[in-house]
């Protein structure tokens, strides 16, 4: 089974930016859609950025991080990265990654905090 272990969050003043990574385990990650996650205080957690697996080159992102959070991946590496710009204190959350399509049952790490705040 694939493990993730996230880094990169800290405490960030609004309109600052991150760069969120996060190593993979194992042999197979290339071949795996990748998402990034986040659960904020009280909410659901919810997929905020995903990619195609290899080397396709498929993004998708929730509306409200569209034009400010890139996704990428390095499989070379088992790394993933979430560049953050711009990012406001509704940003603020854990922020996990995990296969695009991932459920409760699987793996998951201890994420990373983002804190947004001035």
């Known amino acids: 089974q694939v493990q993730f272990v996230e880094s990169g969050g800290t405490l960030v003043q609004p309109g600052g930016s991150l760069r969120l990574s996060c190593a993979a385990s194992?042999?197979?990650?290339?071949?795996?859609?990748m998402g990034w996650y986040r659960r904020a205080p009280g909410k659901q957690r919810e997929l905020v950025a995903s990619?195609?697996?290899?080397?396709?080159?498929?993004?998708n992102y929730a509306d409200s991080v569209k034009g400010r959070f890139t996704i990428s991946r390095d499989n070379a590496k088992n790394t993933v990265y979430l560049q953050m710009n711009s990012l406001k204190p509704e940003d603020t959350a854990v922020y996990y990654c995990?296969?695009?399509?991932?459920?409760?049952?699987?793996?998951w790490g201890q994420g990373t905090q983002v804190t947004v705040s001035s």
């Open positions: 990619i195609g697996p290899i080397t396709s080159r498929r993004t």
């Open positions: 995990n296969k695009e399509v991932a459920t409760d049952y699987d793996y």
């Open positions: 194992g042999s197979t990650f290339r071949f795996y859609a």
